[in-house]
T-cell receptor
Framework: AQSVTQLGSHVSVSEGALVLLRCNYSSSVPPYLFWYVQYPNQGLQLLLKYTSAATLVKGINGFEAEFKKSETSFHLTKPSAHMSDAAEYFCAVSVPPMNYGGSQGNLIFGKGTKLSVKP | GAGVSQTPSNKVTEKGKYVELRCDPISGHTALYWYRQSLGQGPEFLIYFQGTGAADDSGLPNDRFFAVRPEGSVSTLKIQRTERGDSAVYLC???????????FGPGTRLTVL
């Protein structure tokens, strides 16, 4: 079975500081990994995804994540936080269903990390 | 283009009542997913459709929950005999054939009194 653990339900950084949101996964097969962001009263928006190509993945809004198989991690980083980055961030893993093929398995999410950015 | 839409945005009902939640996926997307997000938690998978058929319904919590997608586009999540524990935000997502990215709608907030 697959699972995701996000360390830290709340992370607070100062504007301009490094953002590091941690995600560890468990999967019996090579996973696909995702980071989604959820702004208040809005739907989930994809930040970036790893699908077995380059291990360093760049996403929108200056975020990036590195897939480390040996550590079963997919931590999200941004060099310099902006006030507009304040939101909740979810890491997710998927494994494609065998019977339909393709890359369309359901997502298994972590509990989320709420990022606060102080001026 | 238009994203995933969900109606209603909010639904308040009484314990024991029946509710239907609707999802309009992005046009042409073959895969459709339902998730449930309780307060302070990440979304939890409920059911996944590939076209008209349910490819995986292992996340439905019990037989009070049922979903359909009769024409391979719009989907309806149906909850019978609602309970207070069903209160949550119900999210719908869709994706194109053969792609892993899921595009989420804004959700329906269900409150069972």
């Amino acid at each position: 079975a697959q699972s995701v653990t996000q360390l830290g339900s709340h992370v607070s950084v100062s504007e301009g500081a490094l953002v590091l949101l941690r995600c560890n996964y468990s999967s019996s097969v090579p996973p696909y990994l995702f980071w989604y962001v959820q702004y208040p009263n809005q739907g989930l928006q994809l930040l970036l995804k790893y699908t077995s190509a380059a291990t360093l993945v760049k996403g929108i809004n200056g975020f990036e994540a590195e897939f480390k198989k040996s550590e079963t991690s997919f931590h999200l980083t941004k060099p310099s936080a902006h006030m507009s980055d304040a939101a909740e961030y979810f890491c997710a893993v998927s494994v494609p269903p065998m019977n339909y093929g393709g890359s369309q398995g359901n997502l298994i999410f972590g509990k989320g990390t709420k990022l606060s950015v102080k001026p | 283009g238009a994203g995933v839409s969900q109606t209603p945005s909010n639904k308040v009902t009484e314990k024991g009542k029946y509710v239907e939640l609707r999802c309009d996926p992005i046009s042409g997307h073959t895969a459709l997913y339902w998730y449930r997000q309780s307060l302070g938690q990440g979304p939890e998978f409920l059911i996944y459709f590939q076209g008209t058929g349910a490819a995986d319904d292992s996340g439905l919590p019990n037989d009070r929950f049922f979903a359909v997608r009769p024409e391979g586009s719009v989907s309806t999540l149906k909850i019978q005999r609602t309970e207070r524990g069903d209160s949550a935000v119900y999210l719908c997502a869709s994706s194109p054939q053969g792609q892993s990215t899921q595009y989420f709608g804004p959700g329906t907030r269900l409150t069972v009194l």
